[in-house]
């Protein structure tokens, strides 16, 4: 048959002639949308369905070859790991001028934490606590991921992850349900800006819903298996906050839950993501998703396997290929009807309008804007602004600062003059080559004259001792020793799990061996994950956490250790003292039988302390901050009435700081056991010397509530504690009593699963 070739111009006037109203307004995207879908053959509807990657970058297991093929022949609606104006726009005049309808692609790509311009790991600006940090530095990489041609990020991941041996705890906030919340929503906003119509701003994708972060073992894909309680308490909140953010889209996590993959499971993509939580954007698979289900045993070939995805809502395949060559055959069975195929593609269609491409298909492919909006100065400085509320400061007795003006310094370890690990794994469009390593900071910190000495003592991932011996030499000749040690940016993100969660290598030996010459010896961590480093802890007088900071890292780094700014940063995970602990995290049970160390029969190890090496919300400062006595506005509260909670934070130190006062909650008596302790509140205070706030806090009956015994969501009456600290450990406390259960309307009555 010949091919009816509708161009593009006329399929637009088409649509565009139904619209009296302005371009994209709500109403006339459904029916411009309609009067597209319905020029449709089942083959295109596939075909929009389809997400390829190209093959620029590789970011799983398979590349198709010809995909740009597909696109001429109408069977790709998405496009990923493509970019640059040039190369985005020659792709889309595929598209556009070569298929039957013109119906332009959408262009993805995992812009994670800066586009170009790279900013700290996730799990590094969550450790600023900084929302507004953080929510600048989505902005930023929205105005230059937009400004390369870029439609749409796999962006944020918000699973929560308390496994450290689990790569991915890198790309997220860390333990937290109520801080990954809050990071998430903040990280949508930064992406979306004032909405995806507008041409710096991209479509967001919250992700891996739902629950990845728990795989089993923290091994990465492995099994999820949890309680719907757990799961609504603790893995789903950040989902459904960047939902009510408005992410525009969604991504399935490769993880089964409950014995079905989130790419089919229906009770995640539709009783709960739609039904409960109203989302409208569509929901994208993850990286050959449909395709491991044949892995998973769920489905028995790939026609189940399609069929099972696009009916439990999810609308978009990426990489596998299944949705274009099994939906037109099942449609025409009837196992797949015309009416399930065109709400998915309703959904990808209004995101493509939404964002303006039926009007321009090109308007992100603008070569111009790509010149003049990549790589600003001010895009710089706030990846060095962020990078620095990123860094936390473990341990310091007394010998950080440093002088500018020391005589010499020896820089010892792997890591030290590495700009590649700088910017962290996930790096997407970045460039190692034009990050600031430790070393570049370190060197224009200090005066001239300052001799800055180096050497890298060992690598970072091998045992061998043969370079320690330079080192020690070095360390020598120095008046203070600054140590980088780490992982490689390659050891976390996807694919990374560790079973050891110790420095890699013969790091720990060389930190041994400096520590042996006497001299001062300062500790710099990279990593993408919480480490066990008793040993450093306890031994090496200043520990720094400094993640992966990005593009300006060593700048930002030189500015904590030279004193230019006073360390804020406070850890969104908990540091186990030992892989054996994991998982561990701060908001634990009680048990029956809590630790004691006076009674065998209680909950402890023989071997290791149950306690962790560094707590979550943990960091220190150069100064010191006192907090007094937690006061409430009331002993007792009822129904509906909320609660103030005020502590005063002193700095009794001599230098100007910034604190985050943490605001935690104990329910002493639930129907079912609550969590020792429950984040719940922080703020972030700055303080010069002798300066005091009184930091105050509102608990409200929400804060107070948790899916109760049956299911329903609300507060219980009882006794309360509170607490008020630098982190989840050292706190103040308070105690009130709920004298009634208020009638909550917002009590939601979980889903019973109809899997
Ligand atoms: C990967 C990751 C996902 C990413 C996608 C596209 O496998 O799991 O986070 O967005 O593929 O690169």
Same mark, same amino acid.
């Given at each position: 048959?010949?091919?009816?070739?509708?161009?593009?111009?006329?399929?637009?006037?088409?649509?565009?002639?139904?619209?009296?109203?302005?371009?994209?307004?709500?109403?006339?995207?459904?029916?411009?949308?309609?009067?597209?879908?319905?020029?449709?053959?089942?083959?295109?509807?596939?075909?929009?369905?389809?997400?390829?990657?190209?093959?620029?970058?590789?970011?799983?297991?398979?590349?198709?070859?010809?995909?740009?093929?597909?696109? %001429?022949?109408?069977?790709?609606?998405?496009?990923?790991?493509?970019?640059?104006?040039?190369?985005?726009?020659?792709?889309?005049?595929?598209?556009?001028?070569?298929?039957?309808?013109?119906?332009?692609?959408?262009?993805?790509?995992?812009?994670?934490?800066?586009?170009?311009? +790279?900013?700290?790991?996730?799990?590094?600006?969550?450790?600023?606590?900084?929302?507004? !940090?953080?929510?600048?530095?989505?902005?930023?990489?929205?105005?230059?991921?937009?400004?390369?041609?870029?439609?749409?990020?796999?962006?944020?991941?918000?699973?929560?992850?308390?496994?450290?041996?689990?790569?991915?705890?890198?790309?997220?906030?860390?333990?937290?349900?109520?801080?990954?919340?809050?990071?998430?929503? !903040?990280?949508?906003?930064?992406?979306?800006?004032?909405?995806?119509?507008?041409?710096?701003?991209?479509?967001?994708?919250?992700?891996?819903?739902?629950?990845?972060?728990?795989?089993?073992?923290?091994?990465?894909?492995?099994?999820? @298996?949890?309680?719907?309680?757990?799961?609504?308490?603790?893995?789903?909140?950040?989902?459904?906050?960047?939902?009510?953010?408005?992410?525009?889209?969604?991504?399935?996590?490769?993880?089964?839950?409950?014995?079905?993959? !989130?790419?089919?499971?229906?009770?995640?993509?539709?009783?709960?993501?739609?039904?409960?939580?109203?989302?409208?954007?569509?929901?994208?698979?993850?990286?050959?998703?449909?395709?491991?289900?044949?892995?998973?045993?769920?489905?028995? @070939?790939?026609?189940?396997?399609?069929?099972?995805?696009? %009916?439990?809502?999810?609308?978009?395949?990426? *990489?596998?290929?299944?949705?274009?060559?099994?939906?037109?055959?099942?449609?025409?069975?009837?196992?797949?009807?015309?009416?399930?195929?065109?709400?998915?593609?309703?959904?990808?269609?209004?995101?493509?309008?939404?964002?303006?491409?039926?009007?321009?298909?090109?308007?992100?492919? @603008?070569?111009?804007?790509?010149?003049?909006?990549?790589?600003?100065?001010?895009? %710089?400085?706030?990846?060095?602004?962020?990078?620095?509320?990123? +860094?936390?400061?473990?341990?310091?007795?007394?010998?950080?600062?440093?002088? %500018?003006?020391?005589?010499?310094?020896?820089?010892?370890?792997?890591?030290?003059?590495?700009?590649?690990?700088?910017?962290?794994?996930?790096?997407?469009?970045?460039?190692?080559?034009?990050?600031?390593?430790?070393?570049?900071?370190?060197?224009?910190?200090?005066?001239?004259?300052?001799?800055?000495?180096?050497?890298?003592?060992?690598?970072?991932?091998?045992?061998?001792?043969?370079?320690?011996?330079?080192?020690?030499?070095?360390?020598?000749?120095?008046?203070?020793?600054?140590?980088?040690?780490?992982?490689? !940016?390659?050891?976390?993100?996807?694919?990374?799990?560790?079973?050891?969660?110790?420095?890699?290598?013969?790091?720990?030996?060389?930190?041994?061996?400096?520590?042996?010459?006497?001299?001062?010896?300062?500790?710099?961590?990279?990593?993408?994950?919480?480490?066990?480093?008793?040993?450093?802890?306890?031994?090496?007088?200043?520990?720094?956490?400094?993640?992966?900071?990005?593009?300006?890292?060593?700048?930002?780094?030189?500015?904590?250790?030279?004193?230019?700014?006073?360390?804020?940063?406070?850890?969104?995970?908990?540091?186990?003292?030992?892989?054996?602990?994991?998982?561990?995290?701060?908001?634990?049970?009680?048990?029956?039988?809590?630790?004691?160390?006076?009674?065998?029969?209680?909950?402890?190890?023989?071997?290791?302390?149950?306690?962790?090496?560094?707590?979550?919300?943990?960091?220190?400062?150069?100064?010191?901050?006192?907090?007094?006595?937690?006061?409430?506005?009331?002993?007792?509260?009822?129904?509906?009435?909320?609660?103030?909670?005020?502590?005063? +934070?002193?700095?009794?130190?001599?230098?100007?700081?910034?604190?985050?006062?943490?605001?935690?909650?104990?329910?002493?008596?639930?129907?079912?056991?609550?969590?020792?302790?429950?984040?719940?509140?922080?703020?972030?205070?700055?303080?010069?010397?002798?300066?005091?706030?009184?930091?105050?806090?509102?608990?409200?009956?929400?804060?107070?509530?948790?899916?109760?015994?049956?299911?329903?969501?609300?507060?219980?009456?009882?006794?309360?504690?509170?607490?008020?600290?630098?982190?989840?450990?050292?706190?103040?406390?308070?105690?009130?009593?709920?004298?009634?259960?208020?009638?909550?309307?917002? *009590?939601?009555?979980?889903?019973?699963?109809?899997?």
């Amino acid at each position: 048959m010949k091919k009816l070739v509708i161009p593009f111009l006329f399929c637009t006037l088409l649509v565009s002639c139904n619209t009296e109203r302005s371009a994209r307004s709500g109403d006339s995207i459904d029916s411009r949308v309609d009067s597209v879908l319905k020029l449709m053959t089942v083959e295109e509807k596939a075909g929009q369905l389809t997400l390829y990657t190209s093959d620029w970058d590789v970011t799983g297991p398979s590349i198709r070859a010809g995909y740009q093929e597909d696109i %001429k022949a109408g069977k790709v609606g998405a496009v990923f790991n493509a970019y640059g104006a040039k190369y985005t726009r020659q792709l889309q005049e595929i598209a556009v001028k070569e298929t039957r309808l013109g119906i332009p692609l959408l262009f993805g790509y995992d812009v994670i934490h800066g586009h170009k311009t +790279i900013f700290p790991i996730p799990i590094g600006e969550a450790s600023s606590w900084d929302l507004e !940090a953080i929510e600048r530095s989505a902005r930023v990489a929205a105005e230059e991921a937009s400004a390369d041609g870029l439609h749409w990020t796999f962006a944020p991941m918000v699973d929560i992850s308390r496994d450290p041996r689990w790569g991915r705890v890198m790309e997220g906030a860390g333990e937290d349900t109520y801080l990954g919340s809050l990071i998430g929503a !903040a990280r949508v906003k930064g992406f979306q800006g004032n909405g995806i119509s507008e041409i710096n701003s991209v479509a967001a994708c919250v992700k891996h819903f739902a629950a990845y972060g728990a795989s089993q073992a923290g091994r990465d894909y492995h099994t999820v @298996d949890m309680s719907d309680r757990v799961l609504r308490e603790v893995y789903l909140p950040p989902y459904k906050a960047a939902v009510d953010a408005g992410a525009a889209t969604v991504m399935t996590s490769f993880n089964e839950l409950d014995g079905t993959p !989130a790419t089919a499971n229906k009770y995640l993509m539709d009783d709960i993501l739609r039904k409960e939580w109203g989302f409208q954007g569509f929901v994208v698979t993850d990286y050959t998703s449909i395709m491991e289900m044949l892995n998973h045993g769920n489905v028995a @070939d790939s026609a189940e396997a399609a069929a099972a995805t696009i %009916k439990s809502g999810v609308d978009m395949d990426m *990489q596998a290929g299944f949705f274009q060559y099994e939906l037109p055959q099942l449609v025409k069975d009837g196992k797949v009807s015309e009416a399930e195929l065109n709400t998915a593609v309703r959904r990808v269609l209004r995101i493509k309008f939404q964002m303006g491409l039926f009007d321009d298909p090109y308007r992100y492919s @603008d070569e111009q804007r790509e010149k003049s909006t990549i790589g600003k100065p001010e895009f %710089k400085e706030a990846s060095r602004d962020v990078a620095r509320k990123s +860094i936390v400061l473990l341990k310091n007795n007394g010998v950080l600062p440093l002088s %500018k003006s020391v005589k010499t310094i020896a820089l010892i370890g792997p890591l030290g003059k590495s700009r590649l690990d700088m910017i962290g794994a996930w790096s997407a469009a970045g460039k190692g080559d034009s990050a600031v390593s430790i070393f570049d900071g370190i060197r224009a910190k200090v005066s001239p004259s300052t001799r800055v000495l180096y050497a890298k003592g060992c690598n970072v991932n091998d045992d061998s001792t043969k370079y320690f011996g330079e080192a020690v030499s070095l360390a020598r000749q120095a008046d203070i020793v600054i140590m980088s040690v780490g992982e490689a !940016a390659w050891m976390s993100g996807e694919a990374s799990s560790r079973g050891i969660l110790d420095l890699p290598g013969a790091q720990q030996k060389l930190v041994e061996e400096i520590h042996k010459t006497g001299k001062p010896v300062v500790v710099l961590l990279s990593n993408g994950r919480p480490l066990t480093i008793p040993w450093i802890d306890k031994n090496i007088p200043a520990v720094v956490e400094t993640w992966y900071l990005g593009t300006q890292a060593g700048h930002a780094i030189a500015d904590v250790l030279f004193g230019d700014y006073n360390p804020s940063g406070k850890l969104p995970v908990t540091f186990p003292y030992s892989v054996g602990q994991v998982p561990i995290f701060y908001s634990a049970k009680n048990t029956g039988r809590p630790r004691d160390p006076n009674n065998k029969y209680s909950s402890k190890y023989l071997d290791i302390p149950n306690d962790p090496l560094y707590p979550f919300g943990y960091g220190l400062s150069y100064t010191t901050f006192e907090y007094g006595e937690v006061n409430l506005s009331a002993g007792e509260v009822s129904a509906n009435q909320n609660l103030s909670v005020t502590c005063r +934070i002193t700095n009794s130190g001599s230098l100007s700081g910034t604190e985050t006062v943490q605001l935690y909650i104990r329910d002493m008596v639930g129907s079912v056991t609550r969590p020792l302790k429950e984040l719940k509140g922080f703020q972030q205070v700055k303080l010069g010397p002798g300066e005091f706030k009184d930091v105050v806090f509102t608990l409200t009956p929400e804060d107070l509530s948790f899916y109760r015994k049956d299911m329903t969501f609300g507060p219980e009456a009882g006794r309360f504690k509170v607490f008020v600290g630098p982190n989840s450990r050292d706190v103040k406390e308070g105690e009130f009593e709920l004298t009634d259960a208020p009638k909550m309307e917002f *009590q939601v009555k979980a889903m019973k699963k109809d899997l």
